[in-house]
Structure formats: C-alpha cells, structure tokens
Nanobody
Framework: QVRLVESGGGLVQAGDSLRLSCTAS????????MAWFRQAPGKEREFVAT????????NYADSVKGRFTISRDNAQNTVYLQMSRLKQEDTAVYYC?????????????????WGQGTQVTVSS
C-alpha cells in the first residue's frame, strides 16, 4: 500500500518559520515529481510548490515565491517544504502529492498519490 505521510505542521505566529516533511512508503517516488498543495477552509485546494524527479526543476505559486522552499531527498523518499515569513493567509491544511510523471506540474490532475494533510495555522 502506497502512503504519503506529512508532518511538521502546527500553530505559529506571523513571521515564524516551519518545515514540513512528507515521507513515502510502499513505493519509491525517486522518478516522479512531487508537490505541495494547500486548502484553506471554504476554499479549493491550491498549488503551492512542485519539484521534478531530479530536483533541478522547481516552481512556486506566486503567493509563496521567495518565502517557501521545496526540496527532496530521494534516498529517504522524502520531500520537504521550508516555509519562512509565514502570514495569516498561509493558514491551511497542507497536502503532499506524488506525481504521475517525472515532470513538475502545478495541476492537481498531474498527481495521483496524496497524503492525509497537516494543519498549519498562522496567528497574528
């Protein structure tokens, strides 16, 4: 059974940093793109960041560019999201996603494996 398990979420103040991790089990994702999405209450799930299989191609949503950094460790089957200068509008459940192909994409449909999500709450 393939599982993606996120960790690292929590309650922080605006301006703080958090590091999310997502570890896969049941199969390797070293040949697949990985991504982070998020979903705030009452809103649709939205793209945050994506990374190609090799890590050399990365893309971010405009809202997090310059504040968030996605990275991966294929040996550990893990993808990370380093979040800094957090804002209240970053409050959401963050989901890790495993891609259908090796190439990064900001589209939900490009991912066929999803974690259960981890809550990030940013207070003022």
């Amino acid at each position: 059974q393939v599982r993606l398990v996120e960790s690292g979420g929590g309650l922080v103040q605006a301006g703080d940093s958090l590091r999310l991790s997502c570890t896969a089990s049941g199969r390797t994702f070293s040949s697949n793109a990985m991504a982070w999405f998020r979903q705030a209450p009452g809103k649709e799930r939205e793209f945050v960041a994506t990374i190609s299989w090799s890590g050399d191609s990365i893309n971010y949503a405009d809202s997090v560019k310059g504040r968030f950094t996605i990275s991966r460790d294929n040996a550990q089957n893990t993808v990370y999201l380093q979040m800094s200068r957090l804002k209240q509008e970053d409050t959401a459940v963050y989901y890790c996603a495993g891609g259908r192909t090796a190439y990064r994409s900001s589209s939900l449909s490009a991912y066929n494996y999803w974690g259960q999500g981890t809550q990030v709450t940013v207070s003022s």
